[in-house]
Nanobody, 124 residues
Framework: QVQLVESGGGLVQAGGSLRLSCAAS????????MGWFRQAPGKEREFVAA????????HYTNAVKGRFTISRDNAKNTLYLQMNSLKPEDTALYYC?????????????????WGQGTQVTVSS
C-alpha cells in the first residue's frame, strides 16, 4: 500500500507561483510513474502532469505547458509540481497519484493510489 500526502496549496494572486509536494509512504515510489490531477468546482477531475520513474519523461496537459513543471526526488520519496504564472482557471483541488508501472499516463483509472488533495486558489 502507498499513502500519499499533498501539501503546498494556498491562496495566491494571478501571476504568482506555488510549489506543491506529495510525500509518499508505505512503499517506495521510485520505480513507478506518478502524476498530478486537479478538480475544479463543478467539474470533473482532470489530468495535469505525469512523470516516469526516473524523472526523465514528463507529460503535461496543454493548459499548463510552459507554466508548470513536474519533478521528483526518489531519495525523498517525494513528487513536486512547480506552478508559475498562475491563472484563476488553475483554481482547483490538486491530487497526486501513483501507478504500479514505470510509464506515465494521463489516464486516471491506471493510478491505483491517490492522496486527499491540496487546495489551490488563484485570485484575479
Amino acid at each position: 500500500q502507498v499513502q500519499l500526502v499533498e501539501s503546498g496549496g494556498g491562496l495566491v494572486q494571478a501571476g504568482g507561483s506555488l510549489r506543491l509536494s506529495c510525500a509518499a509512504s508505505g512503499r517506495t515510489v521510485s520505480g513507478y510513474a506518478m502524476g498530478w490531477f486537479r478538480q475544479a468546482p463543478g467539474k470533473e477531475r482532470e489530468f495535469v502532469a505525469a512523470i516516469n520513474w526516473s524523472g526523465i519523461t514528463t507529460h503535461y496537459t496543454n493548459a499548463v505547458k510552459g507554466r508548470f513543471t513536474i519533478s521528483r526526488d526518489n531519495a525523498k520519496n517525494t513528487l513536486y509540481l512547480q506552478m508559475n504564472s498562475l491563472k484563476p482557471e488553475d483554481t482547483a483541488l490538486y491530487y497526486c497519484a501513483s501507478r504500479n508501472d514505470a510509464l506515465p499516463t494521463p489516464t486516471q483509472s491506471l493510478y491505483p493510489y491517490w492522496g486527499q488533495g491540496t487546495q489551490v486558489t488563484v485570485s484575479s
